[in-house]
Nanobody
């Protein structure tokens, strides 16, 4: 089972970036998926999650209205469209597979993690 995140880079404040995560080695469409991020010197935090068919989404308050999570089960991918980026969005972004029911924001409910992709937002 593997998750590979890509699409990070350097962007100016106010700009946009799209992250993607490719899954392999498991039945992707059976699992909720999530994105987390870890800024320098900070704990990893929840960003967004999507249910197994993409009909329900969940967001951290800090990104609501600016970030959209989506998935394509035919392509085994989950994406994060990030608009109106701010310097405080600078972090390594991780995609993860949610194995356990319950709190979408809890890291312990996710069992497979991608390697992370760095997003840097300059002011």
């Amino acid at each position: 089972v593997q998750l590979q995140a890509f699409g990070g880079g350097l962007v100016q404040a106010g700009g946009s970036l799209r992250l993607s995560c490719a899954a392999s080695g498991h039945t992707f469409g059976r699992y909720h998926m999530g994105w987390f991020r870890q800024a320098p010197g900070k704990e990893r935090e929840f960003v967004a999650a999507v249910n197994w068919i993409g009909s329900e989404t969940y967001y951290a308050d800090s990104v609501k209205g600016r970030i959209t999570i989506s998935r394509d089960n035919a392509k085994n991918t989950v994406s994060l469209q990030m608009n109106s980026l701010k310097p405080e969005d600078t972090a390594v972004y991780f995609c993860a597979r949610k194995k356990y029911y319950g709190d979408n924001t809890a890291e312990t409910h996710y069992d497979v993690w991608g390697q992370g992709t760095l997003v840097t937002v300059s002011s």
